[in-house]
């Protein structure tokens, strides 16, 4: 945690604050939250000018931590082009990443919708979204706890922890732009490489790009990048 305070391209903990935040409505930044925003980091120092993202998502914004650490790196990259938008189900958690945005000066750089994970979004947006950040809720729990509503929409999982996650997947093939990249949290009980085999059937290159050892938890961050020129056959004919 201290390593990631220090790094002026990450969103700062100390800015993660305000009138909405309450740990008892918004998931907390825990280890998942700095590991997936350490890895999009790492990430990033490879990103060429022609491939810098111009469109990021992220689903589940919680407190706004990630979703600020992207637009912060791309601040940094000077990619005045670039365009994030969060979404979140809770209202709670997402008035809570619009102060988290407005706290590190990116207010007009992030866009905080509150919907169910990327709804609004799947024909304004198909095919040209560049990155997707997602820490899912994974926790394995019995199903009808996915739709309890509140914070638990940010672990509750259901079977195998992949209701949510399944449901979202789903998805992406006609969202994420050719080389678009998707940044996902797993842990062991996901299943994570049935979840890549899923994904390379959809269209993507699936690898297992980072583990830690969190608490009693394993954590993976799963990385998929839509094959280039994925879907222009379809287009064409």
């Given at each position: 945690m201290g390593a990631?305070?220090?790094n002026p391209n990450l969103a700062s903990l100390k800015l993660v604050s305000g009138k909405a935040f309450s740990k008892d409505a918004v998931y907390e930044p825990a280890e998942d939250t700095f590991l997936l925003?350490?890895?999009?980091?790492?990430?990033s120092e490879s990103w060429e000018a022609s491939r810098i993202p111009r469109v990021c998502v992220e689903?589940?914004?919680g407190s706004g931590y990630v979703v600020c650490s992207v637009a912060a790196m791309l601040r940094n990259e000077k990619n005045a082009g670039c365009h994030c938008v969060a979404t979140d189900i809770n209202p709670i958690a997402c008035e809570a990443t619009r102060e988290t945005v407005v706290n590190?000066?990116?207010?007009?750089?992030?866009?905080v919708v509150n919907c169910d994970a990327l709804a609004p979004f799947l024909?304004?947006?198909a095919g040209g979204v560049d990155l997707v950040a997602f820490n899912p809720p994974y926790v394995v729990t019995p199903d009808e706890e996915v739709d309890r509503g509140g914070i638990a929409a940010a672990w509750a999982g259901?079977?195998?922890g992949r209701v949510v996650i399944d449901r979202v997947l789903d998805?992406?093939?006609g969202l994420v732009a050719p080389c678009g990249r998707v940044y996902m949290i797993a842990i062991h009980e996901n299943e994570p490489e049935n979840i890549m085999e899923r994904m390379r059937g959809k269209g993507f290159v699936a690898d297992m790009?980072?583990?830690?050892?969190?608490?009693?938890?394993?954590l993976h961050v799963l990385r998929f990048t839509k094959r280039e020129g994925e879907g222009e056959e379809e287009e064409g004919t």
């Open positions: 990631t305070e220090r925003a350490d890895v999009i980091l790492a990430e689903i589940g914004s590190h000066g990116l207010d007009g750089t992030v866009d024909v304004r947006l259901g079977y195998k998805t992406l093939e790009i980072a583990t830690r050892v969190a608490d009693e938890e394993v």
